[in-house]
DNA sequence: CAAAAATTTGAAATCGCTTTGAATGATCCC
DNA sequence: GGGATCATTCAAAGCGATTTCAAATTTTTG
């Protein structure tokens, strides 16, 4: 069922059968009424490929996921709320996934040249994240998820990482704790190191100092967390605390606090970071975990949002967007113990 | 850069840099190499939608994920294999959010209609699914991972799972167990089917007798799965394994398990499902997880290698594949102790 | 009631590629 | 040497939509 067989079944010419369709003022009530039930009826839809090579819009928006990295839970997330949005717009998510740096950018220079897509999301940015100047170069749209530093403005959403970190930071020291563990992410990612300025920042207030072995920098993974929160546990004296870089890293240090004979929320608390996933609640974890809480997936929905801005023409040093984090107390974050 | 601009430069027709580019017997083999090397260092890639258009193939394939059920690790470990196929035919991977299974029939209608899809992916399916009989009538091609009943002959490639749910089952036979626990899928979906299959072969050949208070259906999400291990738990004689249908699953029982203040591998025993993450690894669990194991990524990237076998020609009633499941022996799982 | 303006429709160009069918030269063979 | 063959190249016709520009019809106006 193409453009051309609808118009003949209705007696009419492409060009109003599209004008039609399309909402142009210049045509008959009546005309219109009669195509679009036809339209309906015979089920009609234009060829993709050919709309958008009439229109010169890819119709698309193209995200780039690193398999090793940037695959899990926090994708998954992300892209239901990118989804949900673009859906509306009829606008589709092409998703490339690569292994090695390299294979990402040659990813992005295909988007470009192929022009496969209007737009892209970035993720994962590092503090001087090259991705993002290859895209201003090759002029492709983008909204990064995060922050970097650029010479030139670009559209970024970004959590208050720091400022979250911050004030659960402060919130444990006010409870006593003065042996607080940080698993943050690997260095050089953005959000890793805008929380350890905001763990310092909350140690410096208080005058505690900084103890470099109560920081580890890796994966969030449950594996990787376990094995570092293990050997944290065995330091003399040991953390009072620990602040999970995710839910993941939480369920891992659970499991090492427990390992270790104690019992999280009395010897050992713990703040974690919540990107709320429909299938890890905090609330109903045993004890419920106290958690730095922000949705990526609202964040998904907006970052959509933001492209669509972008495609209608909005200029990109308009679109900074810095959210607040939560700090949600429960269970497992309590006043220091003494030492048994 | 179009092709149009490339030949001028060239001072050929386009006629033949299309020719020479896409590897045409017919061009002189000296200009061949003066056109590839200039597309080159021009940057030249066709327009993708003219490609598209001209050649009448969408060059992208199509997967909806259902938001609420089937977002997670899984698909996300899926989708890298299926990628990491694809991307080396330059074929792109839709992706389509949804939230109701209304919006799935609508979002393949879309796919169909508009020619976006060369093909899709269908995935959790149901022991008669009414999606597959759909993409059979609107004539989009597809690989089903798993497996339906279904009139028309279509491809699919599953695991089996009715083996190796028989297999640990019997296996928890032998260790003595009696009281075994099966923490399946939602009812009507076919893998969970084909496990509770597997589950009472395994309990009649021996004579044992099923207790439905013993198997729970179910989401696969940690908390959900704590939730009815916890339940079960409480019954008297309590069970003394568990069979848990994914990781996720695995890391809710063994939660409730600690809870109850008994030991994973003493008094209780487990063998989970495991779909390969690398996040969640069951090697590093403590104690280490006895698993059923098949790679979900190497199934994508095989369903992938499917989908280019059926664009290519072949015919899908010649598609079929079931891969066996590996029962991987570790410290979860032993045999049963004597009450104390 | 004729001329002007507004409304509604359509023919044809366009988007950037592939591919058909024809044309050009070079090479071969008798 | 001239007709047939082969190797190269190109002009132009699609692919299926949108959009420009012109034409036809209806309505308004003086």
Redesign the interface.
Known sequence: ?RLKDLAQHLGLSQTTVSRALNGYPEVNEATRLRVAETAARL???????????ATGR?G?IGMV?R??TE???H???F??G???RL?AE?I????????TYQ?EIAAY??FA????VDAVILQSPKLNDQRAELLMDLGLPFVLHGRTNAARPLAWLDIDNTGAIERATSHLLDLGHRRIALLNGMKGQTFAEHRELGYLAALSARGVSFDPALMGNS?????VA?RLAQAMLELRPRPTAFLAGSM?TA?GVF?AI??AGLTLGQEVSMIAHDDV?????AD???PTMSTTRSSIRTAGVRIAELILQILSGKPVEDIHELWPVELVLRQSSGPVMAEK
Do not use: C, H, K, W
């Open positions: 069922m089920g009609y839809r234009p060829n993709a490929s050919a709309l958008r090579l890819a698309a996921l398999a090793s695959f899990g839970p994708s998954s997330e892209l239901g990118v989804g949900e859906a009829e589709d998510i092409l998703v490339s996934t690569v292994e294979d220079r295909r040249a192929s022009q496969r994966t969030f993974t449950d594996e376990f993941m369920l499991r427990r390992q996933f429909p299938y890890l609640n109903n974890m045993y």
